[in-house]
C-alpha cells in the first residue's frame, strides 16, 4: 500500500494510462465557465506502456438545445509515441466554432 499526502488546496487525480485529457484553460478571474468558455486548450498526454495515448472531446454551443439538431462536434485525439493527433470524428455535425480553438 502506499499513501499519498495531499494538502488541503490540493485533490488527488488518477488517470487511466492511455488517456489523453483535453483541460479548458480557466482564467482564475472567472466568476463562471461561461466566461473562459471560449479560451484556449491545454492538451495533457499520459501513455500507456507501449507509449501511446488516445482521448475525444465533444464541444457544443453551451447554451442552447441546438446539439440535438448536429451542432456539435467530436474531437478525437491520437499519440502514438511521437505525434499527436487531431480528427473531427464526425464529419456530418454542424458545430464548427470548435475549430478556432488553440491548443498548448
Not at 482564467?27 to 495515448?53: G, H, W, Y
Not at 480528427?87 to 488553440?102: D, R
Request: with cysteine; charged share 15%.
Amino acid at each position: 500500500m502506499q499513501w499519498i499526502v495531499v494538502g488541503d488546496l490540493e485533490y488527488p487525480v488518477f488517470i487511466k494510462a492511455g488517456s489523453i485529457i483535453p483541460f479548458l484553460q480557466v482564467k482564475e478571474s472567472a466568476m463562471s465557465l461561461m466566461q473562459t468558455i471560449d479560451a484556449n486548450l491545454r492538451i495533457e498526454v499520459f501513455p500507456n506502456s507501449n507509449s501511446v495515448a488516445k482521448g475525444a472531446l465533444y464541444l457544443d454551443d453551451y447554451q442552447t438545445h441546438e446539439y440535438r439538431n448536429g451542432a456539435y462536434s467530436i474531437v478525437e485525439y491520437n499519440y502514438d509515441g511521437t505525434v499527436l493527433s487531431v480528427t473531427k470524428v464526425c464529419q456530418t455535425c454542424g458545430y464548427y466554432k470548435a475549430s478556432n480553438k488553440i491548443i498548448n
